[in-house]
């Protein structure tokens, strides 16, 4: 394939996606916590990067179903490993916002399970493990059914209060 057709081919405009939550899940802007200026993975909901959409579920726990496209690419018809890291910071970063921390992250590790396949819509789970002064820990991962592709800790820092 030459590079002009691999051009061409990502970006033709791909199919509709269901990014619908699970029963019981309540759609959230979680992005507008932080304005649009922060929405790196976020800021196209109809690209061929990356589809995203926030749900909060019965326990308030932060969810986002995420569909990763062929601009993600890392090995053959996988997510590249930074594109998955950039989903965990979002999400989970977005995650102490939602539970009412204005926050930065200031640590985050990924632990990468298995291949995820592009063009699949995955569940990112999100929890508040701790708050203690400044410092809030988010935990995450990213799923599909009992399958596991990436796992994260996230150490959050609050802002100070202006």
Known sequence: MTTATAFTLSTLPLPAVDLSGDAGWTPFDAPALVGASLRFVSGEPEGN????????????????????????????????????AAVLDEVLGLAAWAAGY?????????????????????????????AEGRKVMVHGRICLGETVYAEGECLCITLPER
């Open 49 to 84: 990067r990356f589809r995203l959409r926030y749900f909060r579920n019965s326990q308030q726990q932060l969810r986002a179903r995420v569909w990763f496209g062929p601009e993600t690419e890392g090995p053959p018809g996988h997510a590249h490993g930074g594109s998955i």
């Open 102 to 130: 204005p926050i930065v992250v200031g640590n985050l590790n990924v632990s990468f399970r298995n291949l995820l396949p592009l063009q699949q819509v995955v569940t990112v789970e999100t929890d508040i493990v701790s």
